[in-house]
């Protein structure tokens, strides 16, 4: 079976090798695509135009902790649609001031919210809001850390590769060891305006905090007069078990930064900044589609989704089971299997890109995590069975 897409009013049937070859001809170049060409997802599932079915472990790269077109979010959208797509926040709009209100509901502190359209943006917004607020302009964040590929997110994020085609980059930000509380102290100064950092850190190798360094990382920001930011652009809405990654310490950060799948895949951002902050000064920052209706409407429907069907429950009940299975299987490749909730990661005695390459011709998509971590990101939607195939392949692949 072939996809049969509609292209000005005409049926046609492309399969993968055609999508394939289109695509390569125009695209960027950017991307390192893999021989996949997906058109359509149902919850955990993936169907290329050849119709082959895929378990998706990659889950949007984090934006489809929901699954794809879950029914609530896809109605949201449907309905809104037909009313209104764009209205830029120079104006009120009921979807916006509804979604405001349900997601201040939600989260672990009071706070006042910025809408933006990603996570990159979100951490840009976080880092500008920082020296605003303090007045200061150094940056600290943390070796491994990923916090995007604009100019300010960029760098924050430790990652050379990613770095030095574009050095300089913003001045007085500097990088301590994730999870060393003496060098974060050694490091902090009253010159400091804030600490960026990860609850568990997805690209540099999926690195759950040490017990105690949110609550250390809290202390020495409080005694330095400098605030906390939380990037949970990956580990937010239910992806480690709780609605939010802070939620297993007892920290409150000043600023909390998500995006990815606060829309239920569309593209969506926010920075939640604590109410003790009060509001920011007008004209400060700005963005045209932010917390447009189409993107409010549907964050609405999956923030419901998430406290309904209790998805973060069902994150950390499937990641334990994901993790104990994993372990169990010993593998001799594999130096370490850790991560929190439906964040998982293999830590390879190897290069992570053939296993991934044999992974998907078993009908399992996954993620690199770095060169030798394979990382499994499934939306928490996933069934129980498709779990068990994910560790069967997995078993067979590096057993």
């Not at 299987?329 to 909730?341: F, N, Q, S, T, Y």
Request: aromatic share 6%; with cysteine.
């Amino acid at each position: 079976m072939r996809f049969l897409p509609i292209y000005a009013g005409l049926l046609m049937v492309h399969s993968s090798t055609t999508l394939i070859a289109t695509e390569q001809q125009f695209t960027s170049g950017l991307y390192p695509k893999r021989a996949l060409a997906i058109v359509r997802g149902e919850g955990a599932r993936l169907y290329d135009a050849d119709g082959q079915v895929y378990i998706d472990c990659v889950g949007g790269q984090g934006a489809a902790n929901l699954g794809h077109c879950h029914p609530a979010v896809v109605a949201a959208i449907q309905d809104q649609a037909a009313l209104l797509l764009s209205c830029p926040e120079i104006f009120h709009n009921d979807q916006r001031a509804a979604y405001l209100s349900e997601l201040a509901a939600a989260l672990p502190m009071p706070a006042r919210i910025f809408l933006c359209n990603s996570g990159a943006e979100a951490v840009e917004a976080g880092l500008k809001f920082a020296r605003l607020l303090t007045g200061r302009t150094k940056i600290i964040a943390t070796m491994r850390g990923f916090h995007g590929r604009t100019m300010g997110a960029l760098s924050a994020t430790w990652e050379i590769k990613y770095r030095e085609p574009f050095m300089p980059l913003i001045p007085e930000v500097s990088h301590v060891p994730f999870g060393d509380v003496e060098a974060l102290a050694a490091a902090m100064d009253t010159e400091t305006a804030a600490l960026l950092l990860e609850p568990v850190q997805g690209e540099g190798g999926v690195r759950p905090a040490p017990a105690g360094y949110l609550e250390a990382a809290r202390r020495i920001c409080d005694a330095h007069g400098a605030l906390l930011l939380a990037d949970e652009v990956q580990t937010g809405f239910g992806r480690t078990g709780k609605l939010f990654g802070v939620e297993h310490s007892a920290v409150i950060p000043d600023l909390l930064l998500m995006a990815k799948s606060i829309a239920g895949g569309l593209p969506m951002g926010a920075v939640v900044i604590h109410e003790r902050h009060g509001a920011l000064p007008a004209g400060a920052h700005g963005t045209t589609f932010g917390g447009g209706p189409l993107v409010c409407a549907a964050a609405r429907a999956a923030l419901r989704v998430y406290q309904q069907e209790d998805l973060p429950r069902q994150a950390a009940e499937k990641g334990s089971w994901l993790l104990e299975r994993l372990q169990a299987l010993r593998l001799p490749a594999v130096r370490e299997v850790r991560g929190l909730g439906l964040l998982v990661g293999l830590e390879l005695k190897g290069r992570v890109q053939p296993i991934l390459q044999a992974l998907l011709e078993r009908r399992i998509v996954a993620l690199p995590a770095g060169p030798n971590v394979l990382r499994l990101l499934p939306p928490l939607v996933i069934s129980y069975d498709d779990l068990d195939e994910v560790v069967s392949a997995v078993a067979a692949v590096l057993g």
